[in-house]
């Protein structure tokens, strides 16, 4: 094979450049615990700036301190209980000891904890119960409940529909020389799309449940608190007429993302 | 420009897929690499346009390539890789949109390769409605948009039944008879390569070497 150039004068010769990479399925390894702390660190700093409001989520110090009275209080209970030696005297000092007891004392909280749940005649009830009650309470609306009922299936479905985005579509787009965020946008995105659409409907079917559970239990007005109404009353004409609006109600959801998906997915068969 | 394959090796972890590839593409040629399933043809194009690094060896580029091409080194896959979701002219506008077009000229460069591959009449039709002729010919005119200095392609006719592959062929050999590109032509189809190959590469069992 010559060597010959077909033009007069010497060519410019460079390695092709690298376009793969950014996409690739790679570990996470270290890089977790790091955001799991960052997101802590987070929290703390808005709690004490106070752009987080202290009624909705409570400083991650303020939650410690409340976890370690009540592993104070569990240990007490316990000493009085069984008047043991080492426990007693935890229970007459208070939380200067306790911290040096703490961590038998943290088992048996969680010991205390688990026996509550793991009867059979609390264990679902109480926990949708102290849930939902406890954030009424606080805040006296139903928005973090729903908001932490929704949040996560729809998370973890777009999670997984990115995670099966069709890689050699995203090889192509790398081949055609695109931006990373052009490949986000104009195919992991739209790839994603479906699984994100399903997501919003388990979303919205458990933000109807949600809502209508905390209503049902703290609030005076609503659906939920109509149907309890109407059902300690024996009013099955109020009790049906509930039940039919809780039904429209996911009909409309149903229907609206049945457009969605009819308009954004209208490219499936 | 050219290109130039220098003493190439890679593996995957334990397995040597090739093995000291040394290969020249010069422009205006069709090479094409022939070799049994699974001995590492479509690992090789990868390297050669830079969707991975070889672990030994390197591909160089020699010259520059033509101006005005948006990027040299334009694949077609075996697949067609058209976005479901974009309509024919979507779908090669993609390939155009990240470069410095005013949208008229994007559209003139569009309808000029739609009509060049003979899908003018099919420019709003989804990938979903075409065949798998029509599709791998939109995928060549996605090619053809970026006025690419070599063609890389990876069993462009495989996935396609022989009478289409026969037609498609022709309009491959049309193509080179009226603009002459450049193209690596990967196939493991011996009579496809030496119909439309001016060299053939026959890539051995793995690990894959030069033969
Ligand atoms: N990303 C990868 N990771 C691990 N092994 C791979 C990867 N890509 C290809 N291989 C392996 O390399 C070998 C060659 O693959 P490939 O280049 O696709 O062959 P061909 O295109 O000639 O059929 C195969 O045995 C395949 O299993
Ligand atoms: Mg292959």
Redesign the pocket.
């Known amino acids: 094979m010559a060597e010959d150039q077909s033009s007069g004068q010497a060519d410019e010769i460079k390695t092709v450049p690298y376009r793969g990479g950014s996409f690739e399925i790679r570990p996470l390894g270290i890089i977790s615990p790091f955001v799991f702390i960052g997101l802590i660190a987070f929290w703390e700093f808005g709690s004490r700036t106070g752009f987080i409001s202290g009624l909705v989520l409570p400083s991650p110090t303020e939650v410690f301190t409340a976890f370690r009275h009540a592993v104070c209080a569990s240990v007490r209970f316990a000493a009085t209980a069984d008047h043991r030696l080492g426990l007693r005297q935890c229970a007459r000092d208070n939380c200067r000891t306790c911290n040096r007891s703490f961590f038998c004392g943290a088992g048996r909280f969680v010991a205390i904890g688990f026996s509550h749940i793991s009867n059979p005649e609390n264990r679902p009830v109480t926990i949708v119960y102290y849930l939902v009650w406890h954030w009424r309470r606080i805040e006296g609306r139903n928005n973090p409940v729903i908001l932490f009922g929704t949040f996560f299936p729809t998370v973890i479905a777009t999670y997984g529909g990115v995670d099966n985005v069709d890689r050699n579509l995203i090889r192509m787009g790398q081949s055609f020389g695109l931006s990373w965020s052009s490949i986000v946008r104009k195919i992991i995105f739209p790839g994603a799309l479906p699984a994100i659409l399903s997501g919003c409907r388990i979303s919205a079917s458990i933000a109807i449940i949600l809502l209508v559970a905390a209503e049902m239990i703290g609030a005076e007005f609503g659906i939920g608190a109509y149907i309890l109404l109407a059902g300690s009353l024996f009013a099955t004409d109020q009790l049906i007429a509930g039940v039919a609006v809780l039904s429209v109600l996911g009909l409309c959801f149903a229907w609206v993302i049945g457009r969605a998906e009819k308009y954004f997915l209208r490219w499936r068969a | 420009m050219d290109l130039r394959l220098n003493n190439i090796s890679h593996a ?2 334990e ?1 040597q ?1 090739l093995k000291n590839i040394d290969l020249d593409i010069r422009q205006s040629e069709i090479v094409c690499i022939v ?12 390297l050669i346009g830079g969707l991975e690094q070889p672990q030994v060896g390197e591909v160089q580029q020699i010259g520059e390539p033509p101006p005005g091409s948006l990027n040299p080194l334009t694949y077609i896959f075996q697949d067609f890789a058209l976005l479901p979701w974009r309509t024919v002219k979507g779908n090669v506008s993609l390939a155009l949109e990240d470069h410095d077009l005013g949208s008229k000229e994007r559209g003139r460069v569009i309808d000029d390769v739609l009509r060049r591959t003979g899908l003018a009449e099919f420019g709003d039709a989804l990938p979903r409605q075409l065949s798998g002729g029509m599709k791998q010919r939109v995928a060549i005119a996605r090619a053809l948009s970026v006025r690419p200095a070599v063609m890389l392609m ?2 462009p006719l495989s996935a396609l039944d022989s009478q289409t592959r026969e037609l498609l062929m022709g309009d491959l050999i049309d193509l080179w008879m009226n603009e002459g590109f450049t193209a690596c032509y ?1 196939t ?1 189809n011996l009579a496809e390569a030496v119909r439309l190959g001016h060299r053939i590469v026959v ?1 051995s069992r ?1 690990p ?1 070497t030069c033969r």
């Open positions: 995957y972890e397995l897929v070799g049994p399933s699974g001995c590492g043809k479509s690992t090789l194009l990868r990876d069993e990967v493991h890539l793995r894959g």
